[in-house]
């Protein structure tokens, strides 16, 4: 992603850029992260019979944005 960034003229390879960028990419994990355990916090205590097919869904979403971004890669090369 950085290559991406600087490739652009987004991102500076001085101690300022490089800084700012490890700061966002931190403060964005962790927002997502802190997101996702207040939404499962939440349903934990109801009685979903498709709990299971939540997984499910969490794990096809993730399989599916992996092949996408593979496939951007592979395309790239």
Do not use: C, E, P
């Amino acid at each position: 992603m950085a290559i991406s960034l600087a490739s652009f003229g987004l991102l500076k390879f001085h101690n300022s850029g490089i800084a700012s960028y490890v700061a966002g990419a931190t403060l964005g994990a962790f927002v997502a992260l802190y997101i996702y355990m207040i939404f499962f916090d939440r349903i934990k205590d109801r009685k979903i019979a498709s709990q299971k097919s939540m997984n499910y869904l969490i794990g096809f979403i993730t399989g599916l944005v992996a092949v996408v971004t593979l496939i951007n890669v592979l395309k790239d090369i």
